[in-house]
């Protein structure tokens, strides 16, 4: 399987990737978590991404694409990878499909995970409670979500135009739209 993962902040992206990607024996590459690991580590990367982050912007797109380029470029990836999120413009999905080009893979999916902006914004603020990631403060919250409607919506058309769409109600429990997702993705 080589997939993407599309859907607002708050979807379930994340859990439902490791779920995906375990069920289907490929890494789930998470470009948040990536980031967030260097900004931990205090990396040259994560001091050159953490203002972006912190403030809910994308951090900018040749420090996104080359991270992504170089993670794409290791063994493991071979047998297959889930994408989630990235791309999150435009740019960032003609890049990965350059990239891709240069490896002689094709994207067999472009997963979306719907959901109501109120639902996800709840979800993003309990989250905040648990985890207590830096960017899941209301203000920044709506700029994510203001980010994901300008930014990357716009992709889920382009990618319904190559035939790849993929989606599915992100709204229920985790084991129900991992089941959903199983399915959509089974029948494919
Ligand atoms: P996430 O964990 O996917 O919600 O990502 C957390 C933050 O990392 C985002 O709000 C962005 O600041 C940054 N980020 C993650 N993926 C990307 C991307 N593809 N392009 C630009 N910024 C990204």
């Known amino acids: ?16 990737a490791t779920r995906l990607a375990q069920r289907y024996g490929v890494p789930a590459i998470s470009t948040g978590d990536i980031f967030r690991a260097n900004v931990s580590g205090d990396t040259e990367l994560g001091r050159s991404a953490q203002a972006y982050m ?26 297959g990878f889930l994408l989630d999120g990235y791309p999150r413009n435009p740019e960032q999905a003609v890049e990965l ?11 067999d999916a472009a997963i979306e995970i719907t959901a109501d902006v109120d639902e996800v914004t709840e979800r993003l603020l309990r989250r905040a409670q648990i ?14 979500l203001e980010v994901y409607g300008v930014a990357t919506a716009p992709l889920t058309a382009f990618y319904a135009g190559r035939g790849l769409l993929v989606q599915v109600d992100g709204l229920g429990d985790i084991d ?3 089941e959903r997702l199983v ?6």
């Open 97 to 107: 499909d350059m990239m891709l080009g240069g490896l002689g893979f094709t994207l």
């Open 54 to 79: 912190s403030a809910g912007a994308l951090v900018p797109d040749e420090v996104t694409n080359a991270m992504v380029a170089d993670r794409l470029s290791q063994d493991d990836v071979v047998s």
């Open 183 to 188: 399915a959509a993705l089974d029948a494919r």
């Open 176 to 178: 129900s739209v991992t």
């Open 131 to 144: 985890e207590g990631r830096a960017d899941d403060t209301e203000p920044v919250i709506r700029t994510r």
């Open 1 to 16: 399987m080589r997939a993407i993962l599309l859907g607002p902040p708050g979807a379930g992206k994340g859990t439902q």
